[in-house]
């Protein structure tokens, strides 16, 4: 089993449209997670890092279950802007782990007109 | 206050020859980290180094592969030998703190390609 896996799509949605990821983690002792996007060849970028309370920032919102080890990302009325590859990326605090980043295989979206 | 730098950021090497990638940090961060994105696949974490320290490098091939972050200068990755399967993007991350609660910046990458 991988230890973080995602769906990996593609989601093709018009402008406008909500769309949710799924993320699932195997390691209960991972401490830290985060969202990630990465545009087509270039570098990851932050999106958001999820906490166990939720949290939102604009037309995002990302959800942590730890009893489950699931995390999820909601985008509302998505922009083409926001078409990209989304990463779940997990963080685990253990021995000399601290700093290691796990990720997802990513789901692709695309918003089409 | 420049990102991550990293250079090359494409490299051409022929099977059996070297490849040395460079990585310089964010001013003030000491702590780099290593991750390799092989075609179609997701990053996968190489090594976290600090200033002259390896800290972990569980994510790094056995062989022909090392880094180093000396007191002065950029972290290099090197690949001894290249094979053709070490054609992949090659991120560097940096953070200001260790940990796993500090976020990473990520460099734009090295694409090496072994013909």
């Known amino acids: 089993r991988k230890e973080v896996e995602q769906d990996p799509g593609p989601f093709n949605v018009p402008e406008g449209a909500t769309v949710a990821f799924n993320c699932t983690y195997s390691n209960s002792a991972s401490q830290s997670f985060f969202w990630y996007r990465q545009d087509c060849r270039k570098e990851p970028k932050l999106l958001m890092s999820?906490?166990?309370s939720g949290n939102e920032d604009g037309r995002f919102t990302a959800q942590l279950n730890r009893a489950s080890q699931y995390i999820s990302l909601l985008i509302r009325d998505s922009k083409l802007s926001d078409s990209a590859t989304y990463l779940c990326?997990?963080?685990?605090?253990?021995?000399?782990?601290?700093?290691?980043?796990?990720f997802g295989q990513g789901t692709i979206l695309t918003v089409h007109p | 206050n420049a990102g991550v730098m990293q250079n090359p950021r494409h490299l051409v090497r022929r099977r059996g020859q070297e490849a040395r990638l460079r990585c310089s940090p964010m001013?003030?961060?000491?702590?780099v980290y290593w991750y390799r994105q092989l075609p179609e696949e997701g990053l996968k974490f190489m090594v976290y180094l600090q200033k002259e320290n390896i800290i972990d490098e569980s994510g790094m091939p056995k062989e022909r592969f090392s880094a180093e972050f000396p007191k002065e200068g950029p972290s290099i990755l090197r690949i001894q030998q290249v094979v053709r399967g070490d054609s992949a993007a090659y991120f560097c991350?940096?953070?200001?703190?260790?940990?796993?609660?500090?976020?990473?910046?990520f460099g734009p990458g090295t694409r090496l390609t072994v013909t």
């Open positions: 999820v906490y166990s």
């Open positions: 990326v997990v963080g685990y605090a253990g021995g000399t782990s601290y700093g290691k980043l796990t």
């Open positions: 001013k003030g961060h000491s702590h």
């Open positions: 991350a940096s953070s200001p703190r260790r940990g796993e609660d500090y976020e990473q910046y």
